[in-house]
């Protein structure tokens, strides 16, 4: 065998192996990573030890019922507020439409995004549909009975103070604004701590997507 020839196949093996280091590197950084536990704790979000199944619920979504079945074989990101909040419920609903453009369309195509009104003398179901779209098309609203709202609110420790037949039209409410997971089964899998941040929450969803 020549030199020149034995130098070409030196080089050509060369040149191989770095483009093999670099792919490997390249897929290394873009592909979806699997977060540990105290990453998600670290980026505010707590993954359950064992997922939690809940109670059976009937709310209305538009003008459809809304049950358990309607949160199997999807992911969903459910928050529980109301559309007369002046500030930190619209502040959320951003956020969480923020999450949504960050994720890749593989991820978001299996992520819902719902809010669950704990207001529903004030919140129709055609108003709430009408103040999550405002937010992003996809989103849908969620109302119904108070009673029903407040126990799937302690089954997701999403509490909040319910307030019924008020005199004062222009009451406020106190409630939590974490936002519970819940896992194609249909069972509650973790919860985001406010304050919420878009790039971390959708860093998460993809993990759990890609990996659950």
């Not at 319910?162 to 005199?167: G, K, L, M, R």
Request: charged letters at 20%.
């Amino acid at each position: 065998m020549s030199n020149n020839k034995s130098i070409r196949i030196t080089v050509a093996s060369c040149l191989l192996i770095v483009s093999m280091v670099a792919g490997l590197f390249v897929y290394s950084t873009i592909s979806p990573k699997e977060l540990t536990v105290d990453e998600y704790k670290q980026i505010g979000f707590y993954k359950l030890v064992r997922t939690r199944q809940l109670n059976n619920f009937e709310l209305i979504e538009g003008g459809e019922k809304f049950s358990n079945k309607n949160l199997q074989g999807s992911w969903d990101v459910l928050f529980l507020g109301f559309a007369s909040c002046p500030d930190m419920c619209p502040m959320t609903m951003k956020k969480m439409a923020m999450a949504k453009r960050n994720l890749s369309s593989e991820a978001s195509s299996k992520v819902n995004f719902r809010m669950i009104s704990v207001d529903p003398d004030r919140d129709t179901p055609e108003k709430m549909q009408q103040y999550v779209e405002a937010f992003n098309p996809s989103f849908t609203g969620i109302t119904g009975n108070i009673e029903v709202i407040y126990k799937l609110a302690t089954d997701l420790t999403l509490p909040f103070v319910p307030v019924i037949a008020s005199d004062n039209i222009n009451y406020d409410m106190d409630h939590s604004m974490n936002l519970a997971v819940i896992d194609p089964n249909g069972n509650y899998f973790g919860f985001f701590k406010s304050p919420h941040t878009p790039e971390k929450m959708a860093q998460v969803l993809e993990s759990i997507v890609s990996f659950n």
